[in-house]
């Protein structure tokens, strides 16, 4: 969904539930640079379904973006999802363009669960080959328009302007595509682990063959230590950071001090709900191959805060058997200097913000 283009700097947004990720790329003589990026967290349930539900606080937090990174009105690429952003990998015959942008129109009739006339559409042709038995695939990709509309208007407000809307988590298909290591690892799986939901995307020869949004995120975790340990949210979320782990430990009851560890079983309760997570993406694996001729998966990147609960990774490898790297912006990008430390700190929550900034960038 394309507005109009930037020239050599390059502005991603991505709006979650608990925070506002922006990062800042130029293109310089000798490649592209990280040059700025921020964090701001958005109050409790101010952004529900990938919406701001108050303007004000919505205008305030933009405005903090725009004064912290020292830019007024320009473009941007953004991010956005929720119950009305819509993607589903479909087959069909094989077609011509032409005929193809029609069937598109009754397909999505079909499936979407608003009418076409309030969607904006948009595709991409996965396979077109005659050996599929005269079928194509295609990744259907939409997003209603009122939706979109609500969406843009406190940025439009304080002078932000779209450059290019794109629907969660496809970003994350461009981040990896300029990431030379990756560019072999095909079929490769990327998960963004927010805090309200996880994005899943499995890319084949460098396109965005499944996407799955599975509602287990940060939160979940919070949520369930403050119901395990009779605590509220707010010190549950301060728990999590402090002692959270997945590193589950046999425990000896008769030569330890409870009272000297009141989070005694934090582990077995964060370890249960990323079981959940686990499973579902073992379930979306198991049906990419069963529709892609047994392809086997080689590698899952890992990004997004709660990616970074120690033993994520570690626990994600032993479930699914198969390589699994927490993903280092620091590795693969060129930056300023004097963001290593942040980008340390904060890259795991910049994929998808960065994959948009990436979108025009050849």
């Not at 608990?18 to 800042?24: D, H, M």
């Not at 084949?204 to 499944?210: Q, R, V």
């Not at 560890?261 to 249960?272: A, C, D, K, T």
Request: net charge negative; hydrophobic share 45%.
């Amino acid at each position: 969904m394309k507005f109009f283009k930037l020239t050599n700097s390059y502005l991603g947004i991505d709006l979650g539930s608990r925070n506002l990720k922006a990062i800042q790329i130029k293109k310089t003589f000798r490649g592209l640079k990280i040059c700025q990026l921020i964090t701001l967290p958005i109050p409790p349930r101010v952004v529900r379904q990938g919406l701001f539900h108050d303007a004000n606080v919505a205008i305030n937090i933009i405005r903090e973006m725009q004064n912290r990174l020292k830019i007024g009105g320009e473009g941007a690429y953004l991010g956005f999802s929720g119950q009305y952003a819509f993607i589903r990998e479909v087959e069909l015959p094989v077609m011509s363009d032409k005929e193809l942008a029609e069937a598109i129109y009754w397909e999505s009739e079909k499936m979407l669960p608003y009418s076409v006339e309030e969607a904006i559409i948009d595709w991409i042709v996965l396979e077109r080959k005659p050996d599929m038995g005269q079928m194509m695939k295609i990744l259907l990709v939409t997003g209603r328009k009122d939706y979109i509309k609500t969406f843009l208007k406190p940025l439009k407000s304080v002078g932000i302007q779209p450059l290019n809307l794109s629907i969660l988590p496809i970003p994350l298909a461009v981040l990896i595509n300029h990431i030379p290591d990756f560019k072999d690892m095909s079929p490769i799986a990327i998960i963004d682990m927010g805090a309200d939901v996880t994005h899943l995307l499995i890319m084949k020869d460098g396109l965005p063959w499944l996407s799955r949004t599975i509602p287990t995120g940060g939160n979940n975790f919070t949520e369930g230590i403050s119901q395990s340990f009779s605590i509220s949210l707010e010190e549950a979320e301060k728990v999590k950071i402090q002692h959270g782990s997945l590193d589950v430990k046999e425990i000896d009851l008769n030569n330890i001090d409870i009272m000297s560890n009141p989070y005694l079983g934090i582990e077995e309760v964060m370890h249960s709900i990323a079981q959940d997570v686990m499973g579902e993406v073992k379930r979306s694996f198991v049906h990419f191959q069963l529709h892609n001729r047994g392809l086997q998966i080689k590698t899952l990147i890992l990004t997004g805060g709660t990616s970074m609960i120690p033993g994520m990774a570690e626990q994600f490898q032993q479930f699914l058997n198969i390589p699994v790297k927490l993903l280092d912006l620091t590795q693969y990008f060129s930056f300023e200097p004097e963001l290593k430390e942040q980008l340390k700190l904060e890259g795991a929550f910049m994929a998808e913000a960065l994959g948009l900034a990436l979108c025009e960038v050849k």
